[in-house]
């Protein structure tokens, strides 16, 4: 194990010699690929008490039913045996494509405060929960939108009570973010706190189905455009240009900003490359998931997904753990299709939602909420700091803002010691 994972430290731009798989290891990978689970536990050694308990903290995987159907939620539950003077819950939600795993640089962190209990999860569709069939529905209509979250939500609540929680903080990244607020809306009982973590789907357009604002959003549209996620970034941003420093941000929860730095951020969300613009948005139009050409390109499969993982992980400095990512993110990938299928129901190509959490959150979130971006983030600050704001201008002021430095889309990966720093600041803990 790595010096920087029992840390939990700021990972170091040591990048690897090699930038992809050869076709030969490619091959062998995938004729010698073994269950998802087993990728997994590889994953969580890394961890100082995974299998076993270091002494103060236990850690184990668990599959929770969720309906009568035997659907399950896979978990990793953390508990630190330390006394604590009330029950310390934080549940954490992964994005698009991804699986529980990808927090394994927080566990060791987020883990030592006293008492708390950690559940990572597996969204249901995701990673090693079930991956029952996505339902087919009209993304004309506001309702199937509802139905499409609730997918992922009405599990979520299922796992809840199936655990026995009362109440908890939800840390939700990306599309996970999007979700947990989803959950937080209609399960407002069930949620103590909200982080959330450069989440998508928080823009106005005229692609939403919400009258609220409509006027003022195709208006807007043009603005909008320039400001909007630029989703891209995910395929093509390396860790190397995600931990970049340019400069101080401040943790003000104001949205006050220069207009040099507005018109930067613009420039750099709104950077395009049209035939891969093109190409994602044929595939987002036709309803198809990105992991099917993954599929579909069996043995160089690995190869394929090698261009992103050894990019987006590569400052990690052991090859060891490189590798063991690599095959977490392959294997994850290219799992029965489940609840990937949700992405271009929720959102609209250009990751714009159908129904924008501008529209959702203020006035009806009065739980205290941290959103946190990263300093490189390809995901529009400017569209959580309006949000921030409007919360704010609705009753308390309970919302709160924070940039990450040296950090991407992935904050919590590229930058684990800060975020861990400002969850458990938040929290209180």
């Known amino acids: 194990m790595s010096q920087a994972v029992r840390a939990g430290s700021r990972l170091k731009p040591l990048y690897p010699m090699v930038t992809e798989l050869s076709y030969k290891e490619s091959f062998k990978q995938w004729f010698e690929r073994k269950s998802l689970a087993d990728y997994e536990a590889r994953v969580l050694s890394y961890l100082p008490f995974f299998p076993d308990s270091d002494g103060v903290r236990e850690a184990k995987t668990l599959d929770v039913p969720v309906d009568a159907k035997g659907n399950k939620i896979h978990e990793l539950y953390i508990e630190n045996k330390q006394k604590a003077p009330e029950e310390r819950h934080l549940v954490i939600v992964h994005g698009f494509g991804a699986a529980l795993g990808f927090f394994y640089r927080n566990f060791n962190g987020l883990s030592l405060i ?57 840390v939700g990244h990306s599309l996970g973010g999007y979700l947990s607020s989803c959950y937080s809306l209609k399960y407002k009982d069930a949620v103590e706190k909200l982080i959330l973590v450069s989440p998508v789907g928080i823009e106005r357009s005229e692609m939403s189905l919400t009258e ?13 455009r320039k400001s909007s996620p630029n989703i891209e970034e995910e395929l093509l941003q390396s860790q190397e240009q995600s931990q970049q420093h340019h400069q101080n941000v401040s943790d003000s929860a104001s949205i006050a900003s220069t207009e040099s730095r507005n018109n930067d951020e613009r420039m750099q969300q709104a950077r395009t490359r049209p035939q891969l613009r093109k190409f994602l948005v044929k595939m987002w139009e036709n309803h198809c998931s990105v992991f099917s050409i993954v599929r579909a390109a069996a043995p160089f499969g690995p190869k394929l997904v090698s261009l992103w993982t050894f990019s987006r992980f590569g400052a990690i400095e052991d090859p060891q753990e490189l590798m063991d990512i690599h095959r977490y993110s392959y294997n994850t990938f290219v799992a029965k299709g489940s609840g990937e299928y949700s992405l271009t129901v929720l959102l609209a190509p250009g990751a714009w939602a159908r129904l924008p959490l501008l529209d959702r959150l203020p006035g009806n979130i009065t739980i205290p909420t941290l959103w946190l971006y990263g300093e490189n983030d390809w995901m529009s600050k400017k569209a959580g700091r309006q949000c921030v704001s409007e919360i704010n201008s609705q009753g308390e002021k309970s919302a709160k803002f924070r940039i990450i430095d040296g950090a991407g889309h992935h904050v919590y990966l590229d930058n684990p010691t800060d975020f861990n720093q400002s969850v458990r600041k938040f929290v209180g803990w």
């Open 114 to 170: 006293p008492g708390v209990k950690i559940h990572a999860l597996d969204l249901l569709g995701y990673g090693l929960s079930s991956r029952p069939k996505f339902p087919s529905l009209d993304v004309t209509k506001e309702e199937d939108i509802h139905k499409a979250e609730d997918f992922f939500v009405d599990s979520m609540e299922a796992w809840r009570k199936e655990r026995n929680i009362d109440r908890f903080v939800l």
């Open 212 to 224: 609220i604002n409509r006027p003022q959003a195709v208006q807007a549209q043009d603005i909008a």
